[in-house]
């Protein structure tokens, strides 16, 4: 791929309604999640970012920037360094860009009440390919439900996959996020979420709940 490839996406605007599911799940009177808003995007590489959410069900946010907003799957085991794990990836809602930056806590009762912690981020280049070889573009890509990423991550190195396997009509799409077998891949695995600290602060699920709870606003 050429770096033109690599930076249209992050310089495409987002659609006016691309973020309108994820405004109606959320007061913002309320949450101190980040409303989004256009960033004024310049050149560069599109991002990436892995979450800790401690809701009802630990889980992991794996986002990716596509098209001016992060396109998100939940992975409850969370994303695996080892090419031998395929992990769920749910599909959720569109996040606006700055939601990367986002780490602290959701008020309980609201929508995914529960503390949220950075643990990976970076950003990834577009390897996907179709069955000749020939580079394809990475939105088209997912809408053909298999993409191929290289993750330039502190924490997550090297190719990836995401493969949408139900795509049922009135149900929801489940897809599986795997290593590539590269010279990345490990038998590392994922940590353990409790133990597992912020990409941005060091800090882990536990202390970002206290600090939210004791810090005085
Ligand atoms: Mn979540």
């Known amino acids: 791929m050429t770096s033109t490839d690599a930076t249209t996406d992050a310089t495409t605007d987002a659609p006016k309604d691309a973020l309108a599911e994820y405004h109606r799940r959320r007061d913002f009177s309320r949450t101190a999640e980040p409303k989004g808003a256009d960033d004024g995007a310049e050149a560069r590489w599109p ?56 780490e602290g806590v959701i008020a309980a009762g609201e929508y995914g009440g529960g503390t949220v912690i950075v643990w990976d981020e970076g950003t990834y280049r577009n390897i996907s390919t179709d069955r000749s070889g020939a580079e394809v573009d990475f939105g088209t890509a997912l809408e053909r439900g298999h993409a191929s990423f290289w993750l330039d991550g502190r924490k997550l190195h090297g190719g990836y996959s995401l493969t949408r396997i139900r795509d049922t009509r009135g149900e929801r799409e489940a897809w599986l996020l795997v290593k590539r077998a590269d010279e990345r891949a490990s038998g590392a695995g994922t940590p353990d979420p409790h133990r597992a600290r912020s990409a941005r602060t060091g800090h882990t699920l536990r202390q970002v709940a206290a600090e939210a709870a004791g810090g005085g606003g």
């Not at 396109?71 to 090419?83: E, N």
């Not at 794990?85 to 749910?90: I, N, P, S, T």
Request: proline share 9%.
């Open 47 to 102: 991002v990436f970012v892995v979450q800790i959410h401690e809701a009802t069900a630990m889980h992991f946010d794996f986002r990716l920037e596509v098209g001016g907003v992060l396109k998100s799957w939940a992975v409850p085991k969370g994303p695996s360094t080892d090419p031998h794990d395929k992990r769920l990836a749910m599909p959720t809602e569109d996040h606006p860009l700055e939601y990367r930056e986002f």
